[in-house]
């Protein structure tokens, strides 16, 4: 009796929670078609299962989930190729294989070259089945939108900086993903289970058996620790822990759990993300990177995880950065999740390679980030400028905003945008192209100029336009460091390079007029005064003065921290 109880404690002992990474940056921020729903997605199990020697399971090839997407659920080909390929940026890839497959879709002729390199991808079925299963956390509820807890318009609420839910994008707050997961198990277990253990209508029975396999689908979602170790570990490494199997139903000689009582262990053993959004906020390092402005009610708050989770992808968060400069090119920013709120007024640089960047209900303000290797979401600002170079950038309830990128991907467009320009990235600083190696992004292919409208609300290609050439200058980033890039990575397009060498020879013309126009000692030092007085008034109406200012560095007791 006693060695039983030990046992169940130890047992009891397991902490499981739900990974950050396929909700922050694998759930699209967006309502899913309704053919993504559950009793499509368990039609989908099936005919999968049944097609093994087609490529469709255990691992499915582009080729049939194109098949299964366009020809069963209704899914444009564009569409199809935009959950597949997000599901693949998911995956820890080495940066070398990144570089590879750039390289590969950048060689390719035509359409038809460029399916055949796409024929050779594949996915794990389980895994992609619940990928596909997360994207229901963006669902907009009919019921809960007429109880008024939630609205689908194009600017819904983001979860707040405490933590708490405060409406929706839930993309970033781990208690909506721990709800999620809780509320939709069971039909998420139904997903992974063999035929032969479903009832007529597909769902399962009391003495339905989970195989060791779904189990490893299964740690895709979630992860924990056991005992008292600190160490993460996988589900599937769990599961099969001696003392867990009394609760979770472990059988050695078939290696399957029982349905019912791996459920009700998965409920009992989840808890809150230990390295997540709430627990960031609540017991994260400060980080004082911002200057407090004088004269303002508003306190800039910025928060990371590193000093608990130093072994998993960390996760910086900025708030209320308000009429001022900041810049850092820091450790604590390598591979980083970021997520920049309601910054107003202000320049900022984050120059490290980077995991994901979510910039959220920010005004008249610029952002300069280092290459990110996952994604760039712009969910409900005004008025910024985004320069990047990343593999996805996607955008909602945005306006009157331009974004300089070098981007793999199809730049998204999803509901509630309007005034948005799209322009070629423009700029460089020394580690540049280094960044870029370290996160498996290259020049080619860009598609800075080909967005992709998702939602049936940004149908409208009026949304957005291409920054014409006449108006665009390169951005320079006023800051020294080591490294060895020179230019602007892959060159601009020859219009945007056409317009930038006519305007250098204008300045040419200039300078040769005014050196041959023979002035004299005090007409030069008229002239002078006069330019400079015209470039000041150039500066206050641009707002570039601001930006000056903030450059000079400020006073000895209120320096901006390292970290």
Not at 61 to 73: F, T, V, Y
Not at 528 to 555: C, H, I, R
């Amino acid at each position: 009796m006693e060695e039983a109880a030990a046992a169940m404690e130890e047992a009891a002992a397991v902490r499981l929670w739900v990974k950050t990474e396929p909700f922050l940056v694998g759930a699209l921020p967006a309502p899913p078609p309704a053919r993504l729903g559950p009793h499509y997605l368990r039609k989908m199990a099936a005919y999968a299962r049944a097609r093994a020697a087609e490529g469709c399971f255990p691992r499915l090839s582009w080729p049939r989930w194109r098949h299964i997407a366009c020809g069963k659920l209704q899914l444009g080909r564009g569409l199809a190729w935009l959950y597949f390929e997000l599901f693949l940026s998911l995956l820890r890839r080495d940066p070398s294989r990144l570089l590879e497959w750039a390289e590969a879709e950048a060689g390719c002729a035509d359409a038809d070259e460029l399916e055949q390199e796409r024929s050779k991808l594949s996915v794990d079925t389980l895994q992609f089945l619940l990928f596909l299963y997360v994207q229901q956390v963006n669902k907009v509820s009919l019921r809960r939108s007429l109880i008024g807890e939630e609205w689908p318009s194009p600017r819904t609420k983001a979860p707040g900086l405490t933590g708490k839910p405060s409406g929706e994008n839930k993309n970033w707050n781990d208690q909506d993903h721990r709800a999620f997961v809780q509320s939709h198990l069971s039909d998420m277990l139904e997903l992974l289970l063999e035929p032969e253990q479903l009832s007529a209508s597909s769902h399962s029975t009391h003495s339905s058996l989970v195989s060791y396999e779904a189990i490893c689908a299964l740690s895709f979602l979630f992860e924990g620790t056991m005992s008292k170790s600190r160490v993460v570990r996988p589900l599937h490494e769990l599961a099969l822990w001696q003392p867990c199997h009394r609760q979770n139903g472990y059988s050695k000689i078939s290696r399957t759990f029982s349905f019912p009582r791996l459920e009700s262990w998965l409920r009992s053993c989840l808890t809150t993300n230990p390295f997540g959004m709430t627990a960031c906020l609540k017991s994260g390092k400060k980080l004082a990177w911002a200057q407090q402005v004088e004269g303002t009610t508003r306190r800039a708050k910025i928060a990371c995880n590193t000093r608990v989770a130093p072994e998993l992808f960390p996760m910086v968060i900025m708030s209320q950065v308000y009429k001022q400069t900041l810049a850092k090119s820091s450790d604590t920013l390598v591979g980083a999740h970021v997520r920049i709120h309601r910054c107003n007024e202000s320049f900022i640089y984050l120059l490290s390679p980077l995991r994901s960047v979510t910039i959220e209900k920010c005004q008249n303000s610029t952002f300069v980030l280092g290459p990110v290797q996952a994604s760039v979401h712009i969910h409900s600002c005004d008025n910024v400028r985004v320069i990047v170079v990343c593999h996805r950038l996607s955008l909602a309830s945005t306006t009157g905003s331009t974004f300089y990128i070098l981007t793999p991907t199809q730049p998204l467009i999803l509901s509630g945008n309007r005034a948005i320009s799209f322009a070629p990235f423009h700029t460089h600083y020394p580690m540049l192209e280094d960044h870029m190696a370290q996160v498996g992004l290259a020049t080619l292919p860009n598609h800075w100029d080909n967005p992709m409208l998702v939602c049936k609300e940004s149908g409208d290609t009026g949304v957005f336009t291409l920054l014409p050439p006449s108006d665009f200058y390169t951005f320079v980033i006023p800051f020294e460091m080591e490294g060895d890039t020179t230019e602007m990575p892959g060159g601009l397009p020859p219009a945007y390079q056409k317009a930038l060498n006519q305007r250098q020879q204008k300045v040419q013309i200039w300078q040769k007029t005014v050196k041959e126009a023979g002035l004299t000692k005090d007409q030069r030092k008229q002239f002078q005064m006069l330019v400079e007085n015209k470039f000041y008034e150039w500066l206050v109406q641009t707002g570039n003065l601001q930006q000056l200012d903030s450059l000079v560095p400020p006073a000895v007791g209120s320096k901006q921290a390292a970290g």
